[in-house]
């Protein structure tokens, strides 16, 4: 009886963790549904009625694309609610299910799966649902129902990274890379952009095979500390600041390697402050989605795009001008 | 063709061990042919030899049927015609009694299980063997008596021409050993050898045909069953005489230090049954397998949940929540199931014995492995434990050796109390002897103990005092002026109506 | 006569068998030394020995759970949710204790659920503990909001920066867990007895022995220890994520397993999880000085654990 009792207890322990889990989630979604709250009286006056839904948001560059299209959401009168595939593309495909028969009248979202979704979008199209692929783009998106495509783009991304550690080396140095999962697409195009740029500098070496480090900071560090003590490297090109973070911290405070990332977020930028790393190339998650909206909001309002591709910018950040973004 | 198997010049070298030193054996067609030996003669080897799990070292040979027999795994000796019936059964509990039957060599119809077929013929054999149970129950719903019959049956059906029986009757009821016998017989007549290897006297002058002896690894001598007695059967084992089986040292008999009252059990496996024991004295608790005896114990010692019932220690009434609850108050309880509730056989002879009065082994507050060693040297000597080191895993030791392991560990605690339930079951003569005389010197000691069997004469050789009971009531308790076999069965069969 | 030889032989062999995960250990280490020299700089030693402590001390963590019979599937997602505590108490000038004592208490704390689930509520301790992974890896999301946490004071973060003597801080940590864990295994009346209950649950309780308590105490050594990672971790990374130590569990577990420790429970040495810990962070270490592709790592790793294992099960199985 007691074991009983207590295996019911702890049953119940646990999904108050889960809840509590499930809440991260849900968090950015209330915050919104207050404004939605607040924007309904709005939203029956003309107001959009729009549904983000997002890869996961269990990173800075997911929660910032989720404050962003907050603020942007706000800005413009929109019903906004938020949601988390969470990595799961058949979750996503339920979720976009859901929003069509909610009455929504447009649905962002960034594919979990570039070649799962393509076939929900178009359906959710054909029943006069506005679809936006933001940050990255579905297969062939203008043949699946899909209006426009708020994106970065990872192979430019690629490409300003290391154009800058070309110029800092002069064209000469020996190099080391640090990707994402192996397999991971975005990783794959920012490795892209790095062949690029290496094909004009024969003078810089690859001196290791790129190490996959998973986005992860520790196995980063654990890695580079590893390579510094068997080869001299002049520059570390990560494909995001995490993994920077992490090379700057086995390299030291201004070690004079040239160390760099992708994404611009809040450790990267510190780390750029004191000196572990170099600098970064901002990929905007935040300005993509708030494009995004926008572009829904014309779309909703009959009017057409002058483009249908938005690409938002890289900028390249480092110690000169970090404090502008932080 | 004079013998169906012969097994000459088998020797086993394990490292540190030469466990089987030159012996042979026998067997002819339509026999049954007893192995005997104390344990540790090596019996159980020469066996896992024959079924494949040990390969024999070089030199020696097995002829079955007069060819050359090398088995690689127990399924070739199978298939070859040797099957064996396991001390420890290894029933899949949660499988029906026709696939335990048939697991390993299913009926297969198109390369698929034939179920019905399964079934049919798990039927039949079941209904010949005169058991009644649905070949649909599941193992976990038959009494240990049933999985061994069940095991039993499986052996039959593989229509082996030698059945190896280690110690088949150690847990079944009388009347299932009635049973049993039958088969024997009616497989001696179809021509099947039987390799039977048990410790009960009796069994094996009325079933077997010749004998075998073995000792210390090392091969006796064989002879036929008519030309033996027992006294030259003990003597050819433990090489020396034995005159008194059932050694009964005078103690004397104080006050009640232990009762336990009206105790019932909350699944009712026990409907209230008191007992009590005196200093010095041994009493007995008799009856047949599933009477509650075990159950009783168990109960007592905090195992399983009571409904109702008092325990009073030395005149202090216990609440037992735990087993803990009762140590304290100086109560050991040697169970029956060494393997499943007496020893950590991944553990060594040292941790074994540390396990309950592990606080008698302390130096400075810390766990002192000298004086581990030490009290584990005491108990090796004084329990005559057969091993290399206080250091050796326990589950490398023979059956006798490591139930007196299970006794060192509770005698470290300096109980004054002792409930010993089957202490020798599947043990051999001298150990049994060895635990008889440590029983009188513990009641000498003024200790009291309760003693479970299932062998009459043995409870009427040891205790003082004999309860027996009957389907979860004590149907009865005679003193030992009154033991008589006829009374104890009497009382052991008697049904509640 | 002939007994003793044979005991001597034994010895021999017993001590090769015993001792061969060791063997192993230099083989490799030896043989890294003659692919690339550099593997053996002092520099490379140090950086083996900081990328080991973390994992070691939850290796030693694991090992206790796993001698007393169970599993502890939860503790990567524990080192997430104790550094981000530590994280965030460790932020401006926050005495440092603090976070300490912070990231400890919630790791006692998902020890202790996962301690209770399993033996009060018997549950297995594989279901038990991929609950807890999961709700703990929310509650990592959940405080940090999904984002890393940075700020820490410099003087946190010169923790794991810092080294006494050459020896970096990180594993004077794990020298004094591996000293205390060893201690309290061999010499208490406690470490007997998570030994007993690993070994035959049922005799220990038959035995007297709280087998609750004891069980329940294991997987709280092992949040215990997860709660010290996090606080570690995060000091090295100078950030708080809620995504780090994804599947540490598993490298702990492999370094028990790999060290000789017996999945089913009642078996297991701490110098064989030592060295076990220092097998997986050299083949790593050396992987990756070696400049061996990523993809080319993960077949290596896997193959040489399953072998090591493998030669040390079957050097063993020989005995009997």
């Not at chain 1, 290391?162 to 192996?182: E, R, Y």
């Not at chain 2, 810390?366 to 090796?380: F, G, P, T």
Request: with cysteine.
């Amino acid at each position: 009886m007691k074991k009983k009792v207590m295996a019911i207890l702890m049953a119940g322990i646990l999904s108050a963790g889960l809840l509590a889990g499930c809440g991260s989630s849900s968090s950015s979604t209330s915050g919104s549904s207050d404004n939605a709250a607040a924007a309904s009286t709005g939203a029956a006056a003309g107001g959009y009625k729009i549904a983000l839904i997002q890869q996961h948001q269990t990173n800075a560059f997911q929660i910032g694309v989720s404050e962003a299209a907050e603020a942007k959401a706000k800005e413009l009168g929109v019903d906004l609610t938020i949601l988390s595939a969470d990595q799961d593309a058949q979750k996503q495909i339920s979720q976009i299910e859901q929003c069509v028969s909610e009455g929504y009248q447009a649905i962002l979202f960034e594919p979990v799966d570039p070649d799962g979704l393509g076939d929900a979008a178009q359906a959710a199209a054909d029943q006069g649902v506005v679809m936006i692929n933001v940050i990255s783009a579905c297969t062939d998106w203008e043949n699946h129902g899909i209006s426009a495509l708020s994106c970065g783009d990872n192979v430019t991304a690629g490409e300003t990274e290391m154009q800058h550690v070309a110029d800092l080396l002069g064209g000469k140095g020996k190099i080391a890379i640090l990707t994402g999962p192996s397999g991971d697409a975005g990783g794959l195009q920012r490795l892209e952009g790095y062949e690029n740029i290496l094909k004009n500098y024969p003078d810089i070496e690859q001196v290791v095979e790129p190490a996959d480090c998973q986005w992860d900071t520790a196995a980063a560090q654990g890695t580079v500390e590893s390579w510094l003590s068997a080869y001299d490297l002049d520059a570390i090109v990560c494909e995001n600041d995490g993994m920077a973070v992490g090379a700057g911290n086995a390299a030291g405070a201004d070690s004079g390697i040239i160390i760099t990332g992708v994404d611009g977020t809040p450790d990267g930028f510190e780390a750029i402050k004191d000196g572990r790393i170099t600098g970064t190339v901002s990929q905007d998650g935040g300005a993509m989605a708030a494009n995004g909206i926008e572009a829904a909001c014309k779309l909703i309002d009959g009017e057409t795009l002058e483009n249908n591709t938005i690409i938002t910018t890289n900028i390249w950040i480092d110690k000169e001008n970090v404090a502008d973004y932080e | 063709m004079e013998y169906i198997l012969e097994m000459k010049n088998i020797s086993k070298t394990f490292p540190g061990v030469k466990a089987l030193d030159n012996v042979q054996l026998q067997v002819k067609p339509g026999e049954v042919h007893a192995l005997m030996g104390e344990n540790g003669a090596g019996k159980s080897t020469l066996m896992k030899i024959l079924m494949g799990i040990y390969t024999k070292d070089e030199g020696g040979e097995i002829l079955f049927d007069g060819k050359p027999y090398n088995p690689s795994n127990p399924k070739e000796a199978m298939d070859i015609g040797v099957a064996m019936i396991h001390q420890e059964l290894n029933p899949i509990l949660d499988m029906p009694v026709y696939e335990n039957i048939f697991v390993g060599r299913e009926i297969r119809r198109n390369g698929l299980v034939d179920k019905k077929a399964e079934i049919e013929e798990s039927k039949r054999l079941i209904a010949e063997c005169g058991l009644h149970v649905s070949p649909m129950e599941l193992l976990r719903n038959l009494t240990v008596a049933q999985c061994q019959l069940i095991e039993i049956i499986k052996a039959i059906s593989v229509n082996a021409k030698v059945i190896i029986m280690d110690e088949p009757t150690a847990a079944i009821t009388d009347r299932e050993v009635e049973l049993l016998f039958g088969h024997i017989r009616r497989l001696r007549e179809q021509g099947v050898a039987i390799i039977y290897i048990s410790h009960r006297m009796d069994e094996i002058f009325n079933i077997c045909d010749r004998i075998s002896v073995y000792r210390d690894g090392t091969y006796i001598g064989t002879g036929e069953t008519k030309d033996l007695d027992e006294p030259q059967l003990i003597k050819m084992m433990v090489g020396r005489e034995i005159t008194d089986v059932f050694p009964k040292a005078e103690a004397e008999i104080g006050e009640v230090v232990f009762e336990a009252n009206h105790i019932v059990r909350a699944d009712n496996k026990v409907k209230d049954v008191s007992i009590s024991v005196r200093k010095g004295e041994i009493l007995g608790i008799g009856g047949l397998v599933g009477a509650g005896r075990s159950e009783l114990v168990e109960g007592i010692f905090g195992m399983h949940k009571l409904s109702q019932g008092e325990i009073i220690v030395k005149g202090k009434k216990v609440h037992v929540r735990s087993p803990r609850d009762i140590i304290k108050e100086g109560v050991a309880l040697v169970t029956e199931d060494r393997k499943f509730t007496g020893l950590n056989l991944r553990g060594t002879v040292n941790d074994n014995i540390a396990m309950v009065a592990i606080n008698k082994l302390l130096e400075n507050g810390l766990y002192s492995k000298k004086k581990a060693l030490a009290a584990s040297k005491e108990y090796i000597e004084k329990l005559k434990i057969k091993t290399p080191s206080g250091d050796q895993i326990v589950g490398n030791l023979s059956g006798g050796n490591q139930q007196k392991v299970v006794i060192g560990k509770w005698l470290l605690n300096d109980p004054d109390i002792i409930i010993l339930d089957e202490p020798t079951r599947g043990i051999d003569v001298g150990a049994k002897r060895d635990i008889y005389l440590l029983i009188g010197e513990l009641v000498q000691q003024g200790k009291a103990v309760i003693m479970i069997s299932s062998e009459i004469p043995e409870l009427m050789g040891v205790c003082d005092r004999i309860a027996v009971m009957s389907e979860g009531v004590l149907s009865g308790e005679l003193p030992r002026s009154e033991f008589s076999q006829e009374k104890i069965m009497t009382l052991a069969s008697k049904i509640e109506v | 006569m002939k007994q003793d030889e044979l005991k001597k032989g034994k010895d021999a062999k017993a001590l090769l068998s015993e001792y061969f995960i060791f063997v192993i250990f230099i083989v490799i280490v030896i043989g890294l030394t003659i692919l690339k020299p550099s593997f053996i700089t002092p520099k490379n030693l140090v950086n083996i020995l900081k990328q080991a402590s973390i994992n070691g001390i939850l290796a030693f963590g694991m090992m206790f759970v796993i001698i007393s019979g169970g599993f502890d599937m939860s503790v990567g997602s524990t080192v997430a949710f104790s550094g981000i505590l530590a994280a965030l108490l460790g932020q401006g000038n926050n005495p440092l204790v603090l976070a300490l004592v912070a990231a400890l208490l919630a790791g006692l704390g998902v020890g202790i659920v996962n301690g209770v689930g399993v033996a009060v509520g018997d549950l297995p301790p594989f279901i038990m503990t991929l609950g807890t992974m999961t709700a703990v890896r929310g509650l990592a999301l959940l405080v940090s909001n999904g984002k890393p946490v940075i700020g820490m004071s410099e003087q946190y973060k010169a923790i794991a920066a810092s080294s006494i003597a050459g020896i970096p801080m990180l594993a004077v940590f794990l020298v004094i867990v591996i000293l205390i864990c060893s201690f309290v295994l061999a010499k208490t009346v406690y470490g007997r007895r998570v030994y007993a209950c690993g070994g035959n649950l049922q005799a220990a309780r038959v035995a007297g022995i709280n087998t609750t308590a004891i069980r329940i105490s294991t997987f709280a050594i092992a949040g215990l220890l997860a709660g010290l990672s996090g606080f570690l971790m995060t000091s090295r990374v100078t950030i708080g994520q809620p995504t780090a130590a994804e599947s540490y569990e598993m490298d702990a577990i492999t370094a028990c397993v790999v060290g000789g420790v017996s999945m089913t429970g009642g078996v297991g040495k701490p110098w064989g999880v030592v060295v076990g810990t220092l097998l997986i962070t050299v083949i790593a270490n050396g992987l990756d000085i070696l400049g061996v592709s990523s993809h080319w790592q993960k077949i290596v790793k896997g193959l040489i654990i399953v072998l090591a294992v493998l030669i040390d099960v079957k050097g063993k199985s020989k005995k009997d």
